[in-house]
């Protein structure tokens, strides 16, 4: 079945169709007999074809960051916490919600900021992608009818991951990304993926904090479609790391960036430009709207894959 919010964008997108097909039919009146019958029905049929299997996407919409601190531990305290600002974001016009990196868990996986940390304790504290928070995070997203972007610890069998999972307004899965650069977190397993899921509004990839730092992780976004990168991030960070590189990122790859950090939250357009900005230890939303359309091209066209092949031998720079 169709939804009908979906049905009423499918009905937009086809309105310069309906606009052609009145204007063939009233001078139809001029016709009789059965051939203005038989161009009637093409025309009516050749309408309601476009109608029902239109999907261009709607790429402009409204996203939120929550520039908030979660508690360490408190998995309970801090969906709540999320709960709570989602709404307020969809009660403000967002569509798209992120949170900062580990934020169900409060970010238990680097043992300088978390030296209470345990194998045994961060095991413990894991969630599985099918676990029942996740499952109540998944229904938040449906009942708000949001796309919902959470970093959380996951748990897979004796493993676990720093992950970032992002729900679609049906409250499915639709993006599932582990931190592939992880110093600093001696109990996480990194992960080998960078994968880039469609939505509604665009393709949409993900990095998590410290990934931000090899320029090769946005790349393969970029090259892989990404309009919309997500960086949910957590700890110290300064002007550097975040503005600075932040805004490379999106420059070089023609995608729109969102940099999620409790502390500071920015959400930079494709030329590298800063459209909204949080800084300081103060909870808020950071929202601004966005037009996928404008992501892509550029510089990214300009590129010769077939002269890179040295980018995947081993550095011999010197730590």
């Known amino acids: 079945m169709i939804g009908d919010e979906t049905m009423m964008k499918r009905r937009r997108a086809c309105w310069p169709c309906f606009r052609i097909t009145t204007a063939v039919l009233r001078s139809l009146r001029f016709q009789t007999g059965m051939m203005k019958s038989l161009c009637s029905r093409f025309l009516l049929a050749t309408t309601v074809t476009l109608l029902l299997h239109s999907s261009t996407p709607a790429e402009e919409f409204v996203i939120a960051g929550l520039g908030v601190m979660p508690k360490a531990w408190d998995k309970e305290a801090n969906f709540s916490t999320l709960q709570?600002?989602?709404?307020e974001a969809v009660a403000r016009g967002a569509q798209f919600?992120?949170?900062?990196?580990?934020?169900?868990?409060?970010?238990?996986?680097?043992v300088k900021l978390r030296p209470e940390s345990t194998p045994k304790r961060y095991l413990a504290i894991g969630e599985e992608i099918d676990g029942p928070l996740m499952r109540r995070v998944a229904k938040l997203a449906e009942d708000l009818n949001i796309?919902?972007?959470?970093?959380?610890?996951?748990?897979?069998?004796?493993?676990?991951?720093?992950t970032v999972a992002l729900y679609?307004?049906?409250?499915?899965?639709?993006l599932r990304y582990s931190k592939t650069h992880s110093p600093g977190e001696k109990f996480t397993t990194p992960g080998r993926e960078?994968?880039?899921?469609p939505t509604s509004f665009g393709p949409v990839g993900a990095m998590i904090c410290y990934d931000r730092r090899l320029p090769e992780v946005a790349r393969i976004l970029a090259v892989k479609g990404a309009k919309l990168i997500l960086v949910p991030a957590y700890g110290p960070d300064n002007k550097i790391e975040s503005v600075t590189i932040m805004r490379i990122r999106a420059y070089e790859n023609r995608a729109?960036?969102?940099?999620?950090?409790?502390?500071?939250?920015?959400?930079i357009d494709p030329e590298g430009n800063v459209l909204a900005i949080k800084e300081g230890t103060e909870d808020k939303l950071v929202m601004a709207k966005i037009d996928l359309a404008r992501a892509g091209g550029g510089n990214m066209q300009s590129r010769v894959p077939e002269i890179y092949s040295e980018l995947l031998q081993q550095s011999s720079a010197k730590e």
């Open 97 to 110: 919600v992120v949170t900062p990196e580990g934020f169900l868990d409060g970010y238990t996986s680097n």
């Open 194 to 197: 960078f994968p880039v899921a």
């Open 84 to 87: 709570r600002y989602a709404r």
């Open 168 to 174: 679609d307004p049906a409250g499915q899965l639709v």
């Open 256 to 267: 729109y960036v969102v940099f999620v950090n409790p502390t500071r939250v920015l959400v």
């Open 147 to 162: 796309y919902l972007a959470v970093g959380f610890a996951e748990r897979r069998g004796k493993k676990m991951f720093n």
